[in-house]
Structure formats: C-alpha cells, structure tokens
C-alpha cells in the first residue's frame, strides 16, 4: 500500500528563517512526486512535481529535492506570505494516475 | 487555473437526503478525480473517472457514487446524506504534456450535513 508521512505537523518560523519540511513515502514503482501548498479555505495549489532521484526544482523561495525515500521543501528566507499548509502526495507507476497525500505540513511565519 | 469549476460551492443538507456535486472543466482533459478532506485524515480519494463512462472507486468510496456521461462534466452523488459526510470535497483533473503531468484542484465544495 502505498503510503506518505510529513514531519512535523506545524512549523513556526521567524521572518527570515530558512527550514525543510520532509515528506517520506513507500510506493510501488514511483511515477511522480508531488508538492502543494493550500491557503485556508482554498483548494490545493500546485508546486512541484519530481519523477526521480536527485531531481531538484525551485521557485522562488521554495526548492523541492527527492530521494528514493524522502523529498525535502526547503524554504529560504521566508516570508509571511509562505505561511500555508504544505501537502505532498506520491503517484505510482501504472493506471489511474491518482495521489496518495500526507496529512500536510502548517507553516506558519511570523514578522 | 486549470478551468475547473465546482458547484455548488457550499451546501448544507439534511441527513437521508441526496445530494450532487458538479466538477466542469473546460480543457478536455481525460482523468478527474473527487477527493475529500477531513481534519487528521488529509486528502483521501473517493472515486476517479478515466473517460467517458468509465469510473473506478478509491480508497473511501462507500456511500458514494459517480457519473461521467460527457468528457467535461464528473458528478459525485450522495445517495443518502449522513453526517459522517460532512466534508470539504475537491475535484481534481489531470494535465499531462511532455514535460510531464500535473494534477490541478477545483477550490472546494462544503458539504454539512445536519
């Protein structure tokens, strides 16, 4: 069974403050990994996706990286408006293409 | 924006009453999705849709059904509203192109059952 697990739960970081949520997933056959970040009331807002190890992609002050175990969001620099919940869901080889999600990571940054 | 659109956007209903959601997306794309999402739980797969007319169940798919009669349009059905549905659902579609594949959320309907 496909599975994903996100450390830690919350986050509070200070302006500024540069941090890494993890994600760790077990897959049968890895398609894709995918990161999102979710404001309250809104749906998820697509980020990254990652498809092997190694791979690293960035935007802005988000950089995702991937292993065959684990992918890091590392967030440099942040700022109050990165303050969001971060989801991260893994996508197996073969069929529906559907993602299994972790339970997400609250970021919060404080001024 | 990926062109979905999610209706109604919120409903409150009474428990044994029916109830639909519409996902309408505009750009022809071939696999859409109904997830729902609880506090503790995330995002949990209720049914997906690969065509027209064809439907698969995930991983919380009783008391739930689904219609896709055309490529635009993926209906979720509650048959009989119960409290335990009491959620915030979201459809999702996926994009593929050669870069590879994203897959885009609709911004959520609220369901409360009472």
């Known amino acids: 069974e496909d599975q994903v697990t996100q450390s830690p739960e919350a986050l509070r970081l200070q302006e500024g403050e540069s941090s890494s949520l993890n994600c760790s997933y077990t897959?049968?056959?890895?398609?894709?990994l995918f990161w999102y970040r979710q404001d309250p009331g809104k749906g998820p807002e697509f980020l990254f996706t990652?498809?092997?190890a190694g791979e690293e992609k960035e935007k802005e002050r988000l950089k995702a990286t991937l292993t065959k175990k684990e992918s890091f969001l590392h967030i440099t620099a942040p700022k109050p408006e990165d303050s969001a919940t971060y989801l991260c869901a893994v996508q197996a080889q073969g069929g529906s293409e559907k993602l299994v999600f972790g339970k997400g990571t609250k970021l919060t940054v404080n001024p | 924006d990926a062109g979905i659109t999610q209706s109604p956007r919120h409903k409150v209903t009474e428990t044994g009453t029916p109830v639909t959601l519409r996902c309408h997306q505009t750009?022809?794309?071939?696999?859409m999705y109904w997830y729902r999402q609880d506090p503790g739980h995330g995002l949990r797969l209720i049914h997906y849709s690969y065509g027209v007319k064809d439907t698969d169940k995930g991983e919380v798919s009783d008391g739930y059904s689904v219609s896709r009669s055309k490529t635009e349009d993926f209906l979720l059905t509650l048959e009989s509203a119960t409290s335990s549905q009491t959620s915030v659902y979201f459809c999702?579609?996926?994009?593929?192109?050669?870069?590879?594949?994203?897959?885009?959320f609709g911004e959520g309907s609220w369901l409360t059952v009472v």
């Open positions: 897959v049968s056959g890895l398609r894709g």
């Open positions: 990652l498809y092997s």
């Open positions: 750009e022809n794309h071939r696999y």
């Open positions: 999702a579609i996926s994009a593929g192109s050669l870069s590879g594949n994203t897959i885009y």
